[in-house]
C-alpha cells in the first residue's frame, strides 16, 4: 500500500507540472485543488514494570509517517468532493466524500470525521500520537443545517460491534453468543452553538446491537456517548474543555497510548458484565482542559490535563479503574510549510479495584519527542 501512496505522489508531481501556470484542470468542468503532508512522528516511549507486567521498564524508540498523505478536493457549482490518500498500513483512504449543498443545509455521503470526537484522555494541540482526541473516519450519510448562530447535525454510521481487542473477535459478553445481529445504524447528533467569544457543542451517539444465543435468547448491548466541547479563542490565548459520559465504550479508541483500536475496542474494566441473565453496564465519565499560548507567528506552547473514570456493577459491590494524562507540546513554525513539535506525555493508569477487592497499580507510560510536519 505504501508503494501506491508513493505512486500517486510521482503521478501527481508530474501532472502538476504539465499543467499551465494560470489554469487548473477541470475534468467533468470541476475545479480541482491537491495539496499534501509529510507529517514524521520520532519519539521515544517508555513504559514502567506494572504497565508492561513484567519484572521491568522498556524504553523504545518510534518512528511513524502516520501523518503523511495527499489530499484532491474537487468542487463544481453546490457539488463538492474530497478523497485524502493516507500513508497507512491499516487504511490508505483516510476519507472519500461527497457534499450536496442544497441551500438550507448539507448532505454529506461517504467517509467523514463523525459527528463525535473519540476521547483519548487529552484534548487535541498537536496532530500527533497520544492524545490526538480525533475522531477517526466513518462510513455514513451526515446533514448539517445552518440555522443563524446554531448548527444542528445529524448523521448516521456502520455500526460496529464491541471487540476483545483490534482486529480481534466479536466481544462475547454473555458467554453464551454464537451470533450477533445490527438493525440499526449508529446514530449520533450535534448542536453547535456560541456564547458571547465562547464556540460550544453538545453531542450524543448512540449504538445497538444484540447478542443471540443457541437457544434464540436475545441479549442488548446498548453503548451511548453524551459530550459538551468548548473552545475559546481570545488573541493569543486559547482554552479547550471537554466533558463526556460513555456507555460501554461508545468512543474508546483503545486502553493503551498507540492503540490501533477503531470505535468499540474495548479492554479491562471497560467491557460490560453479565449476571442476572442481564448485561451489566459500564459508566466511563471523562474530562479535560487544553490551554495554548500563542507567543508569536512562529511559536505556540501547548499544556494539557485529562482523567477518565471507570464504573462496572457486579453481582457484589463495584470494579472501579481511574487514569489521568498530561502532555506539553510547543509547535515551532520554521516556515510557512514546514514545523516541528517537541512534546511529552504522560498516561497514568493509576489505580483499578475488582469489586470487593484492592487496588492495582496499573502504571505508567511516557513518550517525548518531536513531530516534523512539512505541508503544502
Known amino acids: 500500500m505504501r508503494k501506491l501512496f508513493i505512486l500517486l505522489i510521482a503521478v501527481a508531481f508530474v501532472a502538476v507540472s504539465f499543467m499551465p501556470a494560470m489554469a487548473q484542470p477541470k475534468p467533468y468542468g470541476m475545479d480541482v485543488s491537491i495539496r499534501g503532508e509529510i507529517g514524521l512522528d520520532t519519539k521515544w516511549t517508555k513504559t514502567d514494570s506494572k504497565f508492561n507486567g513484567t519484572q521491568w521498564d522498556d524504553t523504545d524508540i518510534n518512528w511513524d509517517n502516520n501523518g503523511s498523505k495527499l489530499r484532491f478536493d474537487f468542487k463544481k457549482g453546490p457539488l463538492s468532493a474530497r478523497f485524502d490518500v493516507k500513508a497507512s498500513s491499516n487504511d490508505n483512504l483516510d476519507k472519500y466524500y461527497a457534499t450536496w449543498d442544497f441551500g438550507a443545509g448539507k448532505l454529506t455521503m ?24 480525533v475522531a477517526p473516519g466513518a462510513d455514513g450519510i451526515k446533514l448539517v443545517f445552518p440555522m443563524g448562530p446554531v448548527t444542528l447535525s445529524f448523521a448516521g454510521y456502520t455500526p460496529f460491534i464491541l471487540t476483545a481487542f483490534p482486529g480481534g473477535p466479536n466481544q462475547n459478553i454473555s458467554g453464551m453468543a454464537v451470533d450477533y445481529d445490527n438493525q440499526l445504524p449508529r446514530m449520533e447528533a450535534k448542536v453547535d452553538f456560541m456564547l458571547g467569544p465562547v464556540a460550544c457543542n453538545i453531542g450524543y451517539g448512540y449504538n445497538t446491537y444484540s447478542e443471540v444465543t443457541s437457544l434464540n435468547y436475545e441479549y442488548d448491548v446498548d453503548s451511548s456517548m453524551i459530550q ?21 465504550g461508545y468512543g474508546l479508541t483503545g486502553g493503551h497510548p498507540d492503540s490501533p483500536g477503531g470505535p468499540g475496542f474495548i479492554s479491562g474494566y471497560t467491557a460490560p458484565a453479565f449476571y442476572n441473565n442481564d448485561v451489566q ?37 463495584q470494579d472501579e479503574d481511574d487514569l489521568q494524562g498530561y502532555e506539553i507540546a510547543i509547535p515551532i513554525n520554521i516556515t510557512e510549510f514546514f514545523s516541528i513539535t517537541p512534546y ?33
Open 344 to 376: 511529552y506525555v504522560v498516561e497514568d493508569y493509576d489505580d483499578k479495584t475488582p469489586a470487593g477487592g484492592i487496588p492495582i497499580d496499573e502504571g505508567k507510560t511516557k513518550a517525548y519527542g518531536a513531530y516534523w510536519n512539512i505541508a503544502w
Open 228 to 248: 459538551l466541547n468548548v473552545r475559546y479563542f481570545g488573541g493569543p490565548l486559547i482554552l479547550m474543555g471537554d466533558v463526556w459520559q460513555d456507555t460501554n
Open 281 to 317: 453496564d459500564v459508566d466511563i465519565t471523562g474530562w479535560s482542559v487544553s490551554v495554548g499560548y500563542v507567543l508569536n507567528d512562529m511559536v505556540s506552547i501547548w499544556v494539557g490535563y485529562g482523567e477518565e473514570s471507570l464504573e462496572r456493577d457486579q453481582l457484589v459491590g
Open 110 to 133: 461517504g467517509k467523514d470525521d463523525a459527528l463525535l470526537f473519540n476521547p483519548r484522555h487529552l484534548p487535541p494541540p498537536r496532530k500527533s500520537g497520544v492524545g490526538d482526541g
